[in-house]
C-alpha cells in the first residue's frame, strides 16, 4: 500500500469512488488550492483504495489543529488497516505542519470508525454534540 498527498484534479477524480458523489472539478480545485486543506489517497497496484481528508483550524489563543475532516476506505478493502495507516499519516503530517493535536467528530453509533480511530491512537474526550446550519446554494460562489 502506498499513501501520498493528492495534488491534482486528476488525481481526486480517480478517487471519486471513495467520495460520497461526484467530484467536481472546480471544488477540487478549490480544495487543492486552500492553504491548510490536505488529501492522503491510499493506494494498491496504482489503485486508490481510501482516502483521509484533514483541515487545519487555527485559532489567536490556541494554535493550529488538524480537523480530520472525512476517512473513506473502499469496502472491499476495508478490516486491513487501511483507515488506521491514513489516520496515521493525516496525523504525522498534522504534527510536521505544527500542529498541538487533532480531532474528528464521529458519530457514537459508527462502531467501525469508533474502532479505527482507537486503534491509531485517538482517545475519547468525553460527549459530543454537533449543530449544523443548512445554508442557502450560491452557485457563483461555487458552493453546494
Given amino acids: 500500500m502506498d499513501i ?8 481526486l477524480v480517480a478517487a471519486e469512488g471513495l467520495f ?21 489517497i491510499a493506494s494498491v497496484a496504482g489503485v486508490p483504495v481510501g482516502m483521509v481528508s484533514g483541515v487545519e483550524m487555527s485559532h489567536p489563543d490556541k ?18 488497516g487501511i483507515g488506521r495507516e491514513l489516520t496515521r499519516a493525516l ?18 453509533d459508527n462502531e467501525a470508525a469508533l ?5 491509531a491512537g485517538a482517545v475519547d474526550e468525553g460527549v459530543f454534540t454537533m449543530r449544523g ?12
Avoid: I, K, N
Fill in 133 to 144: 446550519w443548512a445554508l442557502p446554494s450560491d452557485p457563483a460562489a461555487g458552493t453546494p
Fill in 20 to 40: 460520497d458523489g461526484p467530484v467536481r472539478e472546480e471544488w477540487a480545485t478549490r480544495f487543492l488550492a486552500a492553504p491548510g486543506h490536505l488529501m492522503l
Fill in 63 to 80: 494554535g493550529t489543529e488538524m480537523c480530520l475532516y472525512e476517512l473513506s476506505v473502499d469496502e472491499g478493502h476495508r478490516r486491513r
Fill in 115 to 119: 474502532a479505527t480511530y482507537a486503534s
Fill in 4 to 11: 501520498h498527498r493528492a495534488r491534482t484534479v486528476a488525481e
Fill in 91 to 108: 496525523a504525522d503530517e498534522a504534527r510536521a505542519r505544527g500542529c498541538y493535536g487533532m480531532w474528528v467528530g464521529v458519530d457514537t
